[in-house]
T-cell receptor
Framework: GQNIDQPTEMTATEGAIVQINCTYQTSGFNGLFWYQQHAGEAPTFLSY????GLEEKGRFSSFLSRSKGYSYLLLKELQMKDSASYLCAVRETGTNAGKSTFGDGTTLTVKP | KAGVTQTPRYLIKTRGQQVTLSCSPISGHRSVSWYQQTPGQGLQFLFE???????NKGNFPGRFSGRQFSNSRSEMNVSTLELGDSALYLC???????????FGPGTRLTVT
């Protein structure tokens, strides 16, 4: 089974950097994903990590440590439009192959 | 490429009725997953289909069922609706050689 933890809420200032952490426990790991979800909209894919290390994509970066069951999403040069919920999700292997388990999401508020 | 589409977008049903929701994945995507999203429970995995076969199922009662057709379109059905089934139902598809998911806009189901 899966257990995913991420902070419920975070607040940051426009132009700053924010790091959203995610810890997970899994019986068979097959990748960690980050999604962004604006209020009233569907989640959109941000990043994917399956190996340890940092994946950078523009202002967003995601880090994974499989041995620690830990990931973070780093958002740089924050903009007001980055205010959204950020969902961490883990995909499993084995008998749960194809199943993705989502954390409850971190609501990020960017203030001017 | 057109994105994932879901129909209908909004639905109001009464307790005891049944409902069928439809999802058309991105062209070329053969994996389709369904999720239920509620404010209290977050995104909960319902099931995943690949090439017309259900590969995995979440912890939902048997009233929730689904299927996938040969053109990868998928439907989910909820029978004997309960008030607690009111939620946003999201469908997501994955590319052939990727695990990231692309979500449709969702169907907002209200059970009265």
């Amino acid at each position: 089974g899966q257990n995913i933890d991420q902070p419920t809420e975070m607040t940051a200032t426009e132009g700053a950097i924010v790091q959203i952490n995610c810890t997970y426990q899994t019986s068979g790991f097959n990748g960690l994903f980050w999604y962004q979800q604006h209020a009233g909209e569907a989640p959109t894919f941000l990043s994917y990590n399956v190996l340890d290390g940092l994946e950078e994509k523009g202002r967003f970066s995601s880090f994974l440590s499989r041995s620690k069951g830990y990931s973070y999403l780093l958002l740089k040069e924050l903009q007001m439009k980055d205010s959204a919920s950020y969902l961490c999700a883990v995909r499993e292997t084995g008998t749960n192959a194809g199943k993705s388990t989502f954390g409850d999401g971190t609501t990020l508020t960017v203030k001017p | 490429k057109a994105g994932v589409t879901q129909t209908p977008r909004y639905l109001i049903k009464t307790r005891g009725q049944q409902v069928t929701l439809s999802c058309s994945p991105i062209s070329g995507h053969r994996s389709v997953s369904w999720y239920q999203q509620t404010p209290g429970q977050g995104l909960q995995f319902l099931f995943e289909y690949f090439s017309e076969t259900q590969r995995n199922k979440g912890n939902f009662p048997g009233r929730f069922s689904g299927r996938q057709f040969s053109n990868s379109r998928s439907e989910m059905n909820v029978s004997t609706l309960e008030l607690g089934d009111s939620a946003l139902y999201l469908c997501a598809s994955s590319p052939p050689r990727g695990s990231e998911q692309y979500f449709g806009p969702g169907t907002r189901l209200t059970v009265t």
